[in-house]
T-cell receptor, first 113, second 119 residues
């Protein structure tokens, strides 16, 4: 199993540009989520999904969109990037049927100029 | 609302010293789960342990041990005989057990403790 994969690993955008961060998992996990990590703030939940076709907002959803058309994929879209979205983004997944540990992808380091 | 506090921003120790990382949490729920994750300099997040609120038994895994005390809402992590490879940021996290329809058991992280182990 590849686990949770994220692409790209690094990205530089200009203010106003749009892009999609890709996330995929091959563990058949129903629950997937996106976090951003900023210095001194830990990880904060952006959006999450409890299954294909179901998404919901986390703690810091503004400026981000998600969709979940398949169990495997959970892309995160930035419609109009802002410098405040400069961060490291982590995708995670876990199996349901209880509160299980989340498996994290390697992260995407995004810089918005 | 749930909250996790890791008051120690950075700890420096000399190799072979024991070190304890503190974690204090807040939740209104009686059923919840606590986690510790390690983030080495390479950046990935590595799961270390999960503990549910009904299990206050301390756990030991090699040089790692965890002390869960509901009375003080703490879930502290001790590394015995620290090694340079233990240098990392350690995150404590909390999840309330509300099920998928109740929010999907969202994970709330503390701000992390940077541990530096020097020779």
């Amino acid at each position: 199993n590849a686990g949770v994969t994220q692409t790209p690993k690094f990205q530089v955008l200009k203010t106003g540009q749009s892009m999609t961060l890709q996330c995929a998992q091959d563990m058949n996990h129903e629950y997937m989520s996106w976090y951003r990590q900023d210095p001194g703030m830990g990880l904060r939940l952006i959006h999450y999904s409890v299954g294909a076709g179901i998404t919901d907002q986390g703690e810091v959803p503004n400026g981000y969109n998600v969709s979940r058309s398949t169990t495997e994929d959970f892309p995160l879209r930035l419609l109009s990037a802002a410098p405040s979205q400069t961060s490291v983004y982590f995708c995670a997944s876990r199996r349901t049927g209880g509160v299980n540990e989340q498996f994290f992808g390697p992260g995407t380091r995004l810089t918005v100029l | 609302a749930q909250k996790v506090t890791q008051a120690q921003t950075e700890i420096s120790v000399v190799e072979k010293e024991d070190v304890t990382l503190d974690c204090v949490y807040e939740t209104r729920d009686t059923t919840y789960y606590l986690f510790w994750y390690k983030q080495p300099p390479s950046g990935e997040l590595v799961f270390l342990i999960r503990r549910n609120s009904f299990d206050e038994q301390n756990e030991i895994s090699g040089r790692y041990s965890w002390n869960f005390q509901k009375s003080t809402s703490s879930f502290n992590f001790t590394i015995t005989a620290s090694q340079v490879v233990d240098s990392a940021v350690y995150f404590c996290a909390l999840s309330e057990a509300r099920g998928l329809t109740g929010g999907g058991n969202k994970l709330t992280f503390g701000t992390g403790t940077q541990l530096k182990v020097e020779l």
